[in-house]
């Protein structure tokens, strides 16, 4: 993606566009799965078991629906890490989930239904709605849910979960 746009929920797309490949995405650490939606309650139950997710909970993301929307927009498109995987399925609505590369620059990914993604802990991320100002996910967490961002700063650039991160996918 550009770092030079107007509105970041636009596509927001370098000219001319470059694409990522999902096999690109998986060297970053990223995963992606489809599940489609008709079958996704019983689809994803079997991806959570098979992958040890046993705690999950659903988010409906819009001006009507999320308390404090403003603030917490403005929270979700602040370059940040968690120190536990980020898993989200996309049950209705689209968002842009944007991810650094190896080299420092950002990938946009769009997630729209069907779509499972799942940021490793450690990369650094931030989040947007499109311009359709919705979104509706299902969550998965392993154990008790920490949502904890941590923005990007020197002590982030040393927690532990960042640099066995970098370890496992960006100095390969």
């Given at each position: 993606m550009t770092?030079?746009?107007?509105?970041?929920?636009?596509?927001?797309h370098r000219d001319p566009p470059?694409?990522?490949?999902?096999?690109?995405?998986?060297?970053?650490g990223v995963l992606y799965y489809h599940?489609?939606?008709?079958?996704?309650?019983v689809e994803l139950n079997k991806f959570a078991t098979n992958?040890?997710?046993?705690?999950?909970?659903?988010i409906t993301i819009s001006r009507d629906k999320l308390p404090n929307y403003e603030e917490k927009i403005k929270n979700f498109f602040e370059e940040?890490?968690?120190?536990?995987?980020?898993?989200?399925?996309?049950?209705?609505?689209?968002g842009y989930f944007d991810v650094r590369s190896k080299d420092d620059v950002w990938i946009r990914i769009l997630s729209e239904p069907g779509d499972l993604l799942i940021l490793p802990a450690g990369v650094y991320h931030r989040f947007i709605l499109t311009?359709?100002?919705?979104?509706?996910?299902?969550?998965?967490f392993k154990g008790v849910p920490v949502w904890t961002p941590h923005n990007r700063s020197e002590e982030t650039d040393k927690m532990l979960e960042r640099q066995e991160y970098l370890h496992k996918f960006i100095s390969v």
């Open positions: 770092d030079d746009f107007k509105d970041p929920r636009e596509p927001c470059e694409y990522v490949s999902l096999e690109n995405l998986a060297h970053h599940i489609p939606v008709a079958q996704y309650e992958n040890g997710y046993d705690y999950n909970d659903k940040h890490l968690h120190t536990d995987d980020e898993v989200r399925y996309i049950v209705d609505g689209r311009n359709e100002d919705y979104i509706h996910v299902v969550r998965l």
